[in-house]
């Protein structure tokens, strides 16, 4: 009973690994970029999500982001409060990067949104 008990668990074990190693190699490309106002300053903790899957991120204290993903075609919506958000087309090639640099402009005088 314990061997079968061994022979499932490594089973089991061997099977994560496979799932986990396929899912590492099957994303090779990369969008990468820096966010910035109007004024050209870096804005730290704007949100880059790729529209239609659970892939985010956010910039870091420069405003640089870098996005792991399948190669493919994605939208990515650029999100920062107080800006107008923007969506981009992109195409990711396999090994590829794509430097995706965004500039988002202040949605404007927000004290007259009530």
Do not use: W
């Not at 690994?17 to 490309?29: D, L």
């Not at 239609?52 to 870098?66: E, P, Q, R």
């Not at 996005?67 to 090994?95: C, D, H, L």
């Amino acid at each position: 009973m314990k061997h079968h008990f061994l022979l499932l668990k490594g089973f089991l074990t061997f099977i994560v690994f496979i799932f986990s190693v396929s899912f590492a190699f099957a994303q090779n490309a990369v969008i990468k970029g820096t966010v910035k106002d109007d004024f050209g300053q870096p804005l730290s903790g704007a949100t880059i999500q790729v529209m239609g899957s659970k892939m985010a991120g956010v910039t870091d204290s420069t405003g640089n982001y870098l996005i792991s993903v399948a190669p493919g075609k994605y939208t990515i919506n650029i999100s920062y409060a107080g800006f107008s958000s923007q969506r981009i087309n992109i195409e990711a090639a396999e090994n590829g990067t794509v430097q995706q640099d965004v500039i988002l402009v202040s949605a404007g005088d927000l004290a007259n949104v009530v």
